[in-house]
């Protein structure tokens, strides 16, 4: 059940002066005085309402890999910092690694995301087609136990207003059954998300196009399942807006949300959900956009092209309503 809402969104969490330098700070000092960091954190104000949403970041750990992605992730971590107030969370949607997912690549984004975990937000990490399940939890231990499917990454997060359900591609085999999911993450999402009780962000590092769920589409179980406020995904490197539906004759209809890439190619930049009244508002922050590189075009780049893309991204936003029961 859906009601017309108007909302009032107050002012946007913004980067002041202040803000910057503290946020700065904070990052630069997280590698050297840990102390000095855990005293700045406490005067640092967090909105339980903010999520951070990140995707692709593509980081290469490999002494002999492209280097530009990691600086690419830390302006992002920058600017996110730079919030006045902080967000309570991130909540990323996979391709962590650059290719197939080593080691040295999950090593790097750690070091790299640390600011962040300094500041007191917490980190939500997904997997994407990129990724690998070994090498990951290597690195990140905690997340072969928080997981909901043994083995996988999949999990939820509690944001106040909303929670996000965390699927994992890597499980299946789209060949030979059709879905990027394994057979026990599709049965505990069959079971568990039509019987959710507040409202609900289904997300994965693919669109819905890609999933099944006991052999049918992941849309038709999103649209039945009464407290999905919205589906958000990565991969495609693109801030992107669309909508899942039954079919002609049913009216109900779930939003879809695409979103950019941190640095690898195409729309560069991050996103911000902001919860109020009833309602789920995504501010895009768009830096850049490029393809397929940065550095070195190849001969027949339209770099105006590339800057009219980023200019008529800006300020974009994408607003969902939460259902209620």
């Known amino acids: 059940m859906r009601k017309n809402i108007n909302v009032d969104w107050g002012p946007t969490p913004t980067l002041t002066r202040r803000s910057f330098l503290l946020g700065i700070a904070t990052g630069a000092a997280a590698a050297v005085a840990p102390a000095a960091v855990a005293r700045s954190v406490e005067r640092l104000r967090h909105d ?16 002999d890999g492209e280097h530009y992605q990691p600086g690419e992730l830390r302006k992002t971590i920058e600017e996110i910092l730079t919030l006045d107030p902080l967000p309570a969370r991130v909540v990323f949607f996979g391709d962590l690694a650059r290719s197939n997912g080593c080691v040295a690549d999950y090593t790097l984004a750690r070091q790299c995301l640390q ?58 085999d789209r060949k030979t059954d059709g879905s990027c999911l394994s057979r026990a ?4 999402l069959a079971e568990a998300l039509p019987r959710w009780k507040k409202p609900v962000f289904v997300c994965s590092h693919y669109a819905t196009w890609c999933i099944d769920v006991g052999g049918r589409k992941l849309s038709e179980l999103l649209v ?71 550095d070195s075009p190849e001969p027949g780049a339209d770099l105006e092209l590339w800057r009219l893309n980023t200019l008529e991204n800006k300020g974009a936003t994408c607003t969902f309503t939460l259902p209620t029961a």
């Not at 990951?136 to 072969?144: A, N, S």
């Not at 136990?145 to 939820?156: A, K, Y």
Request: with cysteine; charged share 20%.
């Open 185 to 188: 993450q599709q049965d505990w």
């Open 115 to 172: 600011p962040l975990v300094d500041a007191g937000i917490a980190l939500h990490l997904g997997m994407g087609n990129h990724d690998a399940h070994n090498p990951f939890f290597e690195v990140f231990p905690e997340y072969g136990r928080l997981t909901r499917v043994p083995g996988e990454v999949v999990f939820t997060v509690d944001a106040g207003a909303v929670d996000f359900i965390m699927l994992d591609i890597l499980g299946g």
């Open 48 to 63: 339980p309402d903010l999520t951070v949403l990140l995707a692709d970041i593509h980081i290469n750990g490999k002494k």
């Open 224 to 294: 039945e399942s009464p407290m999905v406020a919205g589906y958000i995904h990565g991969h495609d490197h693109r801030w992107r807006k669309d909508f899942v539906h039954l079919n002609w004759k049913s009216p109900r209809i779930v939003k879809t949300l695409c979103l950019p890439s941190t640095g690898h190619w195409g729309d560069i930049g991050w996103a911000l959900l902001r919860t109020r009244g009833g309602q789920a508002r995504v501010s895009l922050r768009q830096r850049d956009f490029w393809f397929p590189i940065k």
